[in-house]
């Protein structure tokens, strides 16, 4: 197929060339010349040859020069990305200019990349950053962190999120915060906030606090901050979480982050890690128990409490456990020893607060030992044991510790938290 082309429009200069087609053919009622004598003009000049037909162009070139700006290149056709097709070989086509720009676009990765580790840096040494890079599209997340050693807490203060990403078909979102504690991330050690309807920049300013956490868990543990988009009708969706090692976190000390959230590939490889090590993670899986001790004089009677719980293990199949805890003062001394708390219904972290008396001499405390039990309770069937500990002369470490203040400092109440462990479980309850 083939385009007429147009001649060029009329010029007011005459053509550089003569013989170029493209002179325009004199008009057919041309009159004299003023400068030609009369008598020139007698005989009729020889006809003009019709000017030639158009350029001729193909439909290809006619859109290259209309359409195409810069330079043609070649079409790749299938055969040049499968040669097989060829009869003979070929050399293969030349590399296009979109390739260039991908090479350009690596480089670009490159430097993005160290942007992000600068940004980690600066994140883990209290430098705040409010960045405005591609990766941050989730939204950003401020909280403040302070570890308070005297009473084993942890407080988590969620101040808010900003630009959160959209999960809702209306363009906005229901979210909330849940938090876990690394290695070993369960319902035990699970907390969170209340959800915000339909909003990309909740406020929640809510402090939630982990109970039982010592200066050792604080050199291995890692605090993992996950968004979350709550839907009633489905399954709640993950919009982005931070971490924070809780060894950069100082005692006392108040620190407040300001992170982008990212989606961080979830491993079991720390909890693995974490079950071979051996023993001592083993039974700190099991909870911990915050006991106090008291021995008063004037009545001749130790004053055992039993505070709380923690990170209790979960022995129903809803993943959580209805605990009580059971005492028994060794030597046993009939129905006086023994003593129960009250049921806390599903729960891992439940706060008893309830005191027994033991009436006692002072001289015979060092002979006694006193058993704690922690089990869940299960309505017409036998309770399930989760963990125990013993306090006493023949304990060792912090629970020798605990026993040894309390004989020493008379009328004082000492308080300790003791990890539950499966040795010397009893064999009822």
Known sequence: MSVSKPPPPHSHFP??????????????????????PPSAAGPPSPAVPPPPS????????????????????????????????HDFPITPPPPREKQILKDKDKDGDGNREKDRKREREQEENGEFVDSD????YLGTLEFSLLFDQENNCLHCTIHKAKGLK???????????????????????????????????????????IYHGITA????????RLCVCDMDRLGRNEFIGEVRVALKKLKEGESKKYYMGLERIAQTREGNSQAVDAGAPVAEEERGRILVSLQYLTEKSSLIVGIIRCAHLAAMDSNGYSDPFV???????????????TSVKKKTLNPEFNEEFAYEVPHDQLAKKTLEISVWDYDLGMSNDFIGGVELGI??????????????????????YWHTLTQQGAPSSD
């Not at 550089?16 to 030609?36: A, E």
């Not at 470490?397 to 009328?411: N, V, Y």
């Open 166 to 208: 959209a999960m809702d078909s209306n363009g906005l979102a229901d979210p909330y915060v849940k938090l876990h504690l690394l290695p070993g991330a369960s319902k035990a050690n699970k907390l969170r906030t209340k959800t915000l309807k339909n909003t990309l920049n909740p406020v929640w300013n809510e402090t939630l």
């Open 133 to 136: 890079d591609d990766d941050t």
């Open 394 to 415: 023949n304990a060792k470490g912090e629970r020798l510790k605990h026993w040894f203040e309390c004989l020493k400092h008379k009328g004082k109440k000492v308080e």
């Open 326 to 340: 059971k005492i028994i003062l060794q030597p046993d001394m009939g129905k006086k020893s023994k003593y129960k």
């Open 216 to 223: 050792a868990d604080m050199t291995t543990k890692t605090l």
């Open 15 to 36: 053509p550089s060339n003569p013989s170029s087609h493209l002179s325009l053919p004199p008009s057919s009622s041309t009159s004299p010349s003023p400068s030609t």
């Open 54 to 85: 158009p350029v001729k162009i193909s439909m290809q070139e006619h859109f290259a020069i209309n359409v195409c700006p810069g330079p043609i290149l070649p079409i790749p056709q299938i055969s040049d990305f499968f040669p097989r097709f």
